[in-house]
Each structure stands twice: as structure tokens, then as C-alpha cells.
Nanobody
Framework: QVQLVESGGGLVQAGGSLRLSCAAS????????MGWFRQAPGKERQLVAA????????YYTSSAKGRFTISRDNAKNLVYLQMNNLEPEDTAVYYCTAGSGSAWYQPDDYWGQGARVTVSS
């Protein structure tokens, strides 16, 4: 079992940047692939980015490629999502997730409570 707590959400203007952080506890962090999902108002949750246990492999959805960067610090039990050049379409609640299965690119076993990101035009 792993507990996840996000931080770093907020309001930003289009073109700006935000960094989300997620602190993990309760289990060996490096055993888990980590990810960030988001859910915009009226839309389904979607995977934004994922990173494998070592940080050596990453995945991004097409809308995040080139603008977002996922990273992790296994010594500190932290995972980050650096978001640059934000667009109003990025407005959503962002969820930190962890997964222990073989599909590291879909880590959805455990979920944080979510962090709201609002991008104004």
C-alpha cells in the first residue's frame, strides 16, 4: 500500500509554468512506476505521463510531449511533473498515481487526492 499526496497546483496564465510534486509513503517507493493523470471538467480521466521505477523510461500523451516533463527522486520518495507553456486546455485536476504491475506505462493502482490546475487565457 502506498499513500500519495500532491502539491503545487494553482492558477497560472497561458504560457506559464507550474511544477507538481507528489510525496509517496507507506511502501518502498522504487518498487512502483509512477504517473500523472488528469481530469478536466466534463471529461474522462486521461494519463498525462508515466515513469518507470528507475526513471529510465518515460511516457507522455501526445498533448504533453515537448511541454511536460515527469521525473522522480527515489531517495526522497518524490515524483514531479514540470509543466511548461501551459494552455487553457490543460486546466484539470491532476492526480499522482502509482502502479506495481508489469505495465509501467499505466500506473493506476494507487491514487492521490488530486491537485487543481487552472490556466487562464
Amino acid at each position: 500500500q502506498v499513500q500519495l499526496v500532491e502539491s503545487g497546483g494553482g492558477l497560472v496564465q497561458a504560457g506559464g509554468s507550474l511544477r507538481l510534486s507528489c510525496a509517496a509513503s507507506g511502501s518502498t517507493f522504487s518498487n512502483y512506476a509512477m504517473g500523472w493523470f488528469r481530469q478536466a471538467p466534463g471529461k474522462e480521466r486521461q494519463l498525462v505521463a508515466a515513469i518507470n521505477w528507475s526513471g529510465g523510461s518515460t511516457y507522455y500523451t501526445s498533448s504533453a510531449k515537448g511541454r511536460f516533463t515527469i521525473s522522480r527522486d527515489n531517495a526522497k520518495n518524490l515524483v514531479y511533473l514540470q509543466m511548461n507553456n501551459l494552455e487553457p486546455e490543460d486546466t484539470a485536476v491532476y492526480y499522482c498515481t502509482a502502479g506495481s504491475g508489469s505495465a509501467w506505462y499505466q500506473p493506476d493502482d494507487y491514487w492521490g487526492q488530486g491537485a487543481r490546475v487552472t490556466v487562464s487565457s
